[in-house]
């Protein structure tokens, strides 16, 4: 089979990293891909959005499989096109993918089908959006409605800083034409954890549980980032917990997508909340998500190549995952500023160093190869994964890779699974 992949990013790598093990490839291509992923894959100078361009190579080099990594894409109707034009694609179709193109619209499908969420309002109109936030205080949360790369939310301690997020959303246009809606919902406490299924539309294949690292800082402080560390399994994630998220989430939404005529046929991540026992949806997204992408599959004993053909072709019947018995931790490496502005173009050193560790593996995301060299080219730079009989095994093995990775001003967080230690 010749495959490819759409994407850059860490998520991309892993995917590339996995798909290069199946001895159903016999050719792997990744566009645009970065300095990681040219290692395992013939990368390509097309862009994500560039998916006339995209069709057009597919189309001359007979392409097998494509499999699409980011949101941007799937949004832009890359799954409509490859299909009307007969080529296998494995992503959410663009109507699929309004669950996370539209926040609201994910709000909405969870309150008509009884999905636990939070309570929440949607406003274009930014004097209403802060008299709702006067009436329900704060803490609270303000999300700009429509993608902006993790980075669009703002858990907001007080009603003046809910208000300002409001104002740089609405009034000041912070995310564009994402930005044109805020959604403004209830704070929710509890722990995190991610939840990540294949589905036909009918089916439904679940992955090993996992925890994603939203704040850019130790002990969650700071803003939210597009992901800053992520490790699986999640101990959050109890065998009732589990069942409860098939059976109140997935279940429902699934069956919601497909009653408004937007049937659901890919990979679905559901953001939860989890707090004694009960779980609430905080976000839905319509692709794997990065960072939890390189834990799970460095985890995943199963040959992914049949499942993403399974998904595309909207039929997984007799599909099941075999899972490795360790634990696997992902430390993302970023620049210094990262999630505000940061310096690209710095060489990493202690790649090779890294590659010499024993159950690690250091999956790309913002980096490109410059005169031989590998540099910084992202706000997340690397996700470095390590695998251990244990979380704690895993996290020492992650940071033993993280010690002998440098460039200047590098920043990263030192409690990546210090959540399933507690437990």
């Not at 992923?37 to 001359?60: M, Q, Y």
């Not at 730079?381 to 996290?395: F, P, Y």
Request: charged share 25%.
């Amino acid at each position: 089979m010749k495959i490819l992949v759409v994407g850059n990013g860490g998520r991309e790598h892993a995917l590339v990293w996995k798909i290069a093990q199946s001895p159903l490839v016999a050719k792997l291509y990744c566009a645009p891909g970065n300095a990681g992923i040219d290692r395992l894959a013939e990368c390509l100078p097309i862009g994500v959005e560039n998916v006339d361009g995209l069709l057009e190579f597919a189309l001359r080099e007979n392409i097998d499989l494509t499999v699409v990594g980011p949101e941007l894409p799937l949004t832009l109707g890359i799954v409509d096109r490859f299909r009307d034009a007969g080529l296998a694609i494995f992503g959410a179709d663009r109507k699929a993918a309004w669950i996370e193109g539209s926040k609201s619209f994910a709000k909405d499908l969870m309150a008509k089908y009884g999905v636990p969420t939070a309570a929440y309002g949607t406003f274009e109109d930014a004097a209403e959006a802060i008299a709702f936030i006067r009436r329900q205080g704060a803490p609270i949360v303000v999300k700009a409605d429509g993608l902006a790369a993790g980075k669009g939310v703002v858990v907001a301690r007080t009603e003046a800083e809910a208000i300002a997020a409001v104002e740089s959303i609405l009034c000041e246009g912070a995310f564009g034409a994402a930005g044109a809606k805020v959604v403004v919902e209830e704070f929710l406490e509890g722990e995190e954890a991610s939840f990540l299924a294949f589905t036909d539309g009918t089916r439904i294949v679940p992955l090993a549980s996992s925890q994603d690292h939203k704040a850019v800082f130790d002990g969650d402080q700071g803003p939210n980032t597009g992901g800053m560390g992520a490790y699986s399994p999640a101990p959050v994630v109890t065998p009732e917990i589990h069942e409860q998220i098939l059976e109140q989430v997935l279940k429902p939404t699934i069956a919601g997508m497909a009653a408004e005529g937007r049937p659901y046929s890919s990979i679905l991540y559901a953001g939860l909340m989890i707090k004694d026992g009960r779980i609430k949806v905080l976000e839905y997204n319509a692709r794997f998500g990065d960072p939890e992408t390189q834990p799970l599959l460095a985890r995943l004993k199963s040959d992914l190549v049949p499942v993403l053909l399974a998904c595309a072709k909207g039929d997984l019947s007799g599909i099941e995952l075999e899972w490795h018995d360790k634990a696997a931790v992902c430390v993302v490496m970023a620049a210094g500023g990262y999630p505000g502005d940061y310096v690209k173009g710095q060489e990493i050193s202690g790649l090779e160093e890294a590659a010499r560790i024993e159950d690690l593996v250091v999956f790309h995301a913002g980096t490109k190869r410059v005169d031989g060299r590998v540099v910084t080219a992202g706000g997340r730079v690397l996700g470095v994964t390590g695998l251990g009989a244990t979380v704690a095994e895993a996290m020492d093995r992650a940071y033993q890779g993280v010690r002998v990775i440098r460039w200047p001003e590098v920043h990263f967080r030192n409690d990546i699974g210090g959540k399933a230690l507690k437990r």
